[in-house]
């Protein structure tokens, strides 16, 4: 039972490149998130979904997107990374009817 | 417009005293409060949770104090050890929020042998 695993651990893109982080889970979790983990910001909301094929905006949303074609993987896109992207980011998973998440290793993102 | 947040940046306690940690909410809608506890590299953890129906909830040296009318809640840990030492991020969620946490700004405890 491997719980919230993320690919890759660390990246480093230049200006302009466009890459996909996966998150995948084998706890049969419902809800999933995209969170941007910044100094002295805490974690932001970046984009979530409550089933597989929907997807819905957080609070950070911009210059992101995101899909969900199975239940087990929430895939988190950057079309043209720009430097205010470079964060540290976490996947989480959830089961419905359920408050707690439980959240992948994180992966480390640079934009030069 | 923050509707989580947790004022202290950092917190340093000796080992075997008490940690205090505070979490101050804006949001009356807020039902159900969690704990996180996060480690340099690694993703965080739940640790505790208490709802809106209680005022405090134990687990073992970990209790989580909820004022609902003063829209805040605490965690203390008790006895304090070295390994305790992590950021501490403290969460909320409410019915009808599509199942979503609002995290504050997290406190980075230090616990001094």
């Known amino acids: 039972n491997a719980g919230v695993t993320q690919t890759p651990k660390f990246r480093v893109l230049k200006t302009g490149q466009s890459m996909t982080l996966l998150c995948a889970q084998d706890m049969n979790h419902e809800y999933m998130y995209w969170y941007r983990q910044d100094p002295g910001m805490g974690l932001r909301l970046i984009h979530y979904s409550v089933g597989e094929g929907t997807t819905a905006k957080g609070e950070v949303p911009d210059g992101y997107n995101v899909s969900r074609l199975k239940k087990q993987n929430f895939l988190l896109g950057l079309e043209s990374a720009a430097p205010s992207q470079t964060s540290v980011y976490f996947c989480?998973?959830?089961?419905?009817?359920?408050?707690?998440?439980?959240f992948g290793p994180g992966t480390r993102l640079t934009v030069l | 417009d923050q509707q989580v947040k947790q004022n202290s940046p950092s917190l340093s306690v000796q080992e075997g005293r008490i940690s205090i940690l505070n979490c101050d909410y804006t949001?009356?809608?807020?039902?159900?409060f969690l704990w996180y506890k996060k480690y340099p590299a690694e993703g965080p953890t739940f640790l505790i949770s208490i709802s809106s129906i209680k005022d405090k909830n134990e687990d073992g040296r970990f209790t989580v104090f909820l004022n609902k009318s003063a829209k805040h809640l605490s965690l203390h840990i008790v006895p304090s050890q070295p390994g305790d030492s992590a950021v501490y991020f403290c969460a909320a969620s409410y019915q009808g929020g599509s199942e979503k946490l609002v995290f504050g700004k997290g406190t980075k405890l230090t616990v001094n042998p």
């Open positions: 989480a998973g959830q089961r419905g009817g359920t408050d707690t998440q439980y």
């Open positions: 949001n009356s809608m807020f039902d159900y």
